[in-house]
């Protein structure tokens, strides 16, 4: 498996876990009204770090499809070399702190959309590279 689809592979695994500490929270933290089957149950009776573990994995979902699309096509097209291998790495890293800092709370502004950004740029350069050749 070439270093690409190492780091899709794991970004696909860390978007998958991501529900985790969502229904953790929801868990421990059970609303008194609330019907079982409505889903998600309404974020503001959460405290905070519930209602960031939602937004971080909404936020993984978004950024790793595009992501993933265009490492998929680099893939398919043989398009690799250090551009594209670094910037793989770097958007799953990139991708593990932003969740880790967004639930924890730790990750406040600027750092957060900072983290956000350069995993977009990530996803850029992958496809400037596809496209530039």
Same mark, same amino acid.
């Given at each position: 498996?070439?270093?690409?689809?190492?780091?899709?592979?794991?970004?696909?695994?860390? &978007?998958? @876990?991501?529900?985790?500490?969502?229904? %953790?929270?929801?868990?421990? =933290? /059970?609303?008194?009204?609330?019907?079982?089957? *409505?889903? /998600?149950?309404?974020?503001?009776? #959460?405290?905070?770090?519930? !209602?960031?573990? !939602?937004?971080? =994995?909404?936020?993984?979902? *978004?950024?790793? %499809?595009? $992501?993933?699309?265009? %490492?998929?096509?680099? !893939? @398919?097209? *043989?398009? @690799?070399?250090? %551009? +594209?291998?670094? &910037?793989?790495? &770097? #958007? $799953?890293?990139?991708?593990?702190? =932003? &969740?880790?800092?967004?639930?924890?709370?730790?990750?406040? $502004?600027?750092?957060?959309?900072?983290? $956000? +950004?350069? @995993?977009?740029?990530? +996803?850029?350069?992958?496809?400037?590279?596809?496209?530039?050749?």
């Amino acid at each position: 498996m070439t270093p690409e689809l190492t780091y899709l592979t794991l970004t696909a695994i860390l &978007a998958a @876990s991501m529900w985790i500490p969502y229904i %953790v929270g929801v868990n421990m =933290h /059970p609303q008194t009204g609330i019907d079982d089957f *409505e889903r /998600p149950p309404p974020l503001t009776g #959460f405290p905070a770090w519930v !209602h960031r573990a !939602h937004r971080a =994995h909404l936020n993984l979902i *978004e950024a790793a %499809v595009p $992501f993933g699309l265009v %490492v998929l096509v680099a !893939h @398919s097209l *043989e398009v @690799s070399g250090p %551009v +594209t291998i670094w &910037a793989s790495a &770097a #958007f $799953f890293w990139l991708r593990l702190a =932003h &969740a880790i800092g967004m639930v924890s709370g730790v990750a406040r $502004f600027p750092v957060r959309p900072i983290i $956000f +950004t350069l @995993s977009w740029v990530c +996803t850029l350069a992958i496809a400037v590279r596809l496209l530039v050749g």
